[in-house]
Nanobody, 115 residues
């Protein structure tokens, strides 16, 4: 069973920055996606950004130009650099590693943007 461990998150003022990190315990497929999703109470979980192990990147329109996703050479770590944070970015952020046949989630980390 692949283990997904997240770190980062916390409380930040509007306009501030945070970095989320996520580490998978092992490679589980030759082709997979690594990404970050977020969820607020009563809402569906939504994609924030994802990157494939080939390096293709996708961002939600709401975060384009503010967030940057990256991975390491081993393609087992995925980071999300979040700049110019806004109150509407407040959510629980979840890391995800998925292939066609498998799907793994982190435990979630709270990001709160507030004065």
């Amino acid at each position: 069973q692949v283990q997904i461990v997240e770190s980062g998150g916390g409380l930040v003022q509007p306009g501030g920055s945070l970095r989320l990190s996520c580490q998978a315990s092992e490679r589980f497929s030759t082709k997979y996606r690594m990404g970050w999703y977020r969820q607020t109470p009563g809402e569906q979980r939504e994609l924030v950004s994802e990157i494939t192990n080939d390096g293709d990147v996708n961002y939600a329109d709401a975060v384009k130009g503010r967030f940057t996703i990256s991975t390491d050479n081993a393609k087992l770590r995925v980071d999300l650099e979040m700049n110019n944070l806004k109150p509407e970015d407040t959510a629980v952020y979840y890391c995800n590693f998925r292939s066609v046949a498998q799907n793994y989630w982190g435990q979630g980390t709270q990001v709160t943007v507030s004065y």
